[in-house]
């Protein structure tokens, strides 16, 4: 019997065949890694956005309610509260709506520029030497 023609009738991979195979498994296994590190960024970054937008609507409604009962203007930078994860930083604008328009809107501060946020807006009417006047309330969250 030839040693040779029992080599090449043997039931079996050659090394070929099984270097592509894990060559193949290597790129498939990357591939799932790197989409999963993409979800567990994705859900962190939603549940922030969400948290933020709670407080954005919470402050909100707070300094709606202080402009409608007073001549109170609410606190423009206020900390922000304990009890959330994630340190916010929070910028209030209060701006008098006239003729249509918004007078005097600005832009939050350079060390806002860039960063992740939430943007809440809502009309308020509030009282002004005894006369209703109408301003654009803007509540936005930074993280």
């Known amino acids: 019997m030839n040693p040779k023609s029992v080599l090449d009738n043997s039931p079996g ?9 894990v060559l193949i498994l290597a790129v498939a296994s990357t591939a799932l890694i ?12 939603a549940g922030k956005q969400d948290e933020a937008l709670q407080l954005a609507q919470n402050i909100l409604n707070d300094d709606r309610n202080l402009i409608e009962s007073s001549d109170v203007q ?21 701006t008098p709506l006239s003729a249509g328009s918004v007078n005097g809107y600005t832009t939050p501060p350079s060390e806002y520029q860039g960063k992740n946020h939430v943007t809440v807006q809502s009309i308020v009417f509030g009282t002004v030497y005894s006369a209703i006047q109408p301003y654009v309330l803007t509540v936005t969250v930074y993280w």
Request: hydrophobic fraction near 40%.
């Open 74 to 94: 609410p606190v423009s930078n206020p900390p922000s509260p304990p009890g959330y994860t994630t340190a916010y930083q929070i910028y209030v604008q209060v």
């Open 13 to 21: 991979f050659t090394l070929v065949e099984v270097l592509a195979a």
């Open 34 to 45: 790197n989409m999963s590190s993409h979800t567990l960024l994705a859900t962190s970054n």
